[in-house]
């Protein structure tokens, strides 16, 4: 799991704006990053309910590096990873520009990032999965010239049993952050994080019921564009929407019966959700190929998955109902 997830086409903030100096120091958004990185460890840990998370410190060859917090066969949860990346290095040109940055001299750049991304992997099939991260990224030449620097980051749900209800308050805790940030934001990230998280070798089969995602959020000058500060506590807004669009739900179902079937049927849907992070996550492509930490790149990865050979559902089945749930629709 990457500080860098899915790069977009690029979407300015409130149109076409001029690109604002950041106001923002290196320590501030380092003291963002750790302060949502706690948080969510904390969040996590009494949510489990028994377990604890452990922590690896790791170094990125050229130039920063992150701290792994990994709880692994807790009560409520079989696997929860809560990373933060933080440093920079030197990037080349044409790597700055496949993540969406303006490198228009071809010149290498100089990088700092930072961020905080989650997956937890309940044991229960009645409890879903969630992913979120939240992301400062900045290009500077290298006589330390500001080049470019944006925000991105966003959440979503994987469910292994139709709960419709559960969906729709994670959606709707998700367009209250949001407006908290621009009425223009839900109605833009919502059907961004739809079409991005796809398996598109399986004909478009969403990794499952969406959320929201952003990227490229850059502080403008014009009229009515937001500022860095604005921005940071924008991506802050989300970092701690699990509060109240995930924590909710976890409480409400950690009881509710499962048996082996609604087991057979969580490790096939997250045979599809490994399938996703391998074949098409941008952020795992983009840490494999700039050195960063394997085990921490692949944390998102479920501890036990399965591939049943050409499954079929009986109409009516809680399987079918879930599967048709994937379909992207106003949830909120």
């Known amino acids: 799991m990457s500080v860098v997830s899915a790069v977009a086409p690029h979407v300015p903030v409130l149109g076409a704006a001029a690109i604002a100096p950041v106001p923002l120091t290196h320590a501030d958004m380092l003291h963002w990053s750790r302060e949502i990185h706690d948080d969510l460890t904390k969040m996590f840990t009494a949510l489990d309910g028994g377990g604890s998370f452990t922590e690896d410190a790791w170094e990125r060859p050229g130039g920063g590096g992150g701290w792994a917090r990994v709880l692994i066969e807790g009560t409520t949860f079989e696997k929860a990873g809560v990373n933060r990346f933080e440093g920079g290095g030197v990037l080349p040109a044409a790597a700055a520009l496949r993540l969406g940055g303006r490198a228009e001299s071809g010149e290498p750049l100089n990088f700092f990032a930072t961020g905080v991304s989650i997956v937890v992997h309940p044991r229960s099939p009645m409890i879903p999965t969630v992913h979120l991260n939240v992301r400062y990224f900045e290009l500077t030449d290298m006589d330390g010239r500001p080049v470019d620097a944006w925000f991105g980051g966003g959440t979503d749900l994987t469910p292994y049993y139709p709960c419709p209800e559960d969906v729709a308050h994670f959606h709707r805790a998700l367009r209250t952050a949001c407006d908290a940030g621009h009425p223009s934001f839900h109605p833009r990230f919502k059907p961004w994080c739809d079409d991005y998280f796809r398996n598109v070798h399986r004909q478009g089969e969403r990794r499952g019921v969406g959320g929201v995602f952003f990227d490229h959020l850059r502080p403008v000058t014009d009229e009515g564009g937001l500022t860095a500060p604005q921005l940071l506590d924008f991506t802050r807004e989300i970092g701690r929407s699990l509060h109240e669009a995930y924590?909710?739900?976890?409480?409400?179902r950690r009881d509710t019966p499962w048996g082996e079937r609604e087991r057979a049927f969580q490790l096939f849907r997250r045979g599809r959700y490994v399938e996703f992070?391998?074949?098409?996550?941008?952020?795992?492509?983009?840490?494999?190929?700039?050195?960063?930490?394997?085990?921490?790149?692949?944390?998102?990865?479920?501890?036990?998955?399965?591939?049943?050979?050409?499954?079929h559902w009986e109409a009516g089945s809680f399987e079918a109902e879930l599967q048709a749930m994937l379909e992207p629709r106003d949830w909120a």
Do not use: C, I, K
């Open 277 to 311: 992070n391998l074949l098409h996550d941008r952020g795992t492509t983009f840490g494999l190929q700039t050195g960063a930490r394997v085990e921490s790149v692949l944390m998102s990865l479920p501890p036990l998955a399965a591939w049943p050979y050409d499954p």
């Open 247 to 252: 924590a909710p739900l976890v409480s409400h």
